[in-house]
């Protein structure tokens, strides 16, 4: 099994900025660690859950969405086993609870679908309010 930990998230104001971090830890992760891939998505209320970035664990290639692109990063940090999300330039409609995702022993080919991933965090909610 995988278990992912996320921390972060909370209120900030339009234009400002926020982190997400995720922990990932279990037996499934140690066996698979090197190739895999983990997304972040978020789901507002009353529409559907959406992908927001996806990292290859084995590599540096991301994907973001449009909403996100250039004001979002995704990255793995120094220990290799917590992935974040930096979120830059935020705006009202980035109001959204987050979750990040992993599948292992695949890579991110096509993976935008929350479907497309087997292992979630517990989510945590992120508002952009003035």
């Known amino acids: 099994q995988v278990q992912l930990v996320q921390s972060g998230g909370g209120s900030v104001q339009p234009g400002g900025s926020l982190k997400l971090s995720c922990v990932a830890s279990?037996?499934?992760?140690?066996?698979?660690?090197?190739?895999?891939?983990m997304a972040w998505f978020r789901q507002a209320p009353g529409k559907l859950r959406e992908v927001v970035a996806t990292?290859?664990?084995?590599?540096?290639?991301?994907y973001y969405s449009d909403s996100v692109k250039d004001r979002f990063t995704i990255a793995p940090d120094i220990d290799k086993d917590t992935w974040s999300l930096q979120m830059s330039r935020m705006k009202p409609e980035d109001t959204a609870e987050y979750y990040c995702?992993?599948?292992?022993?695949?890579?991110?080919?096509?993976?935008?679908?929350?479907?497309?991933?087997?292992?979630w965090s517990q989510g945590t909610q992120v508002t952009v309010t003035s």
């Open positions: 995702a992993a599948v292992f022993g695949a890579d991110c080919s096509g993976r935008t679908y929350s479907q497309q991933f087997n292992y």
């Open positions: 279990g037996y499934a992760y140690r066996l698979y660690s090197d190739h895999g891939c």
């Open positions: 990292l290859y664990i084995g590599g540096d290639d991301t």
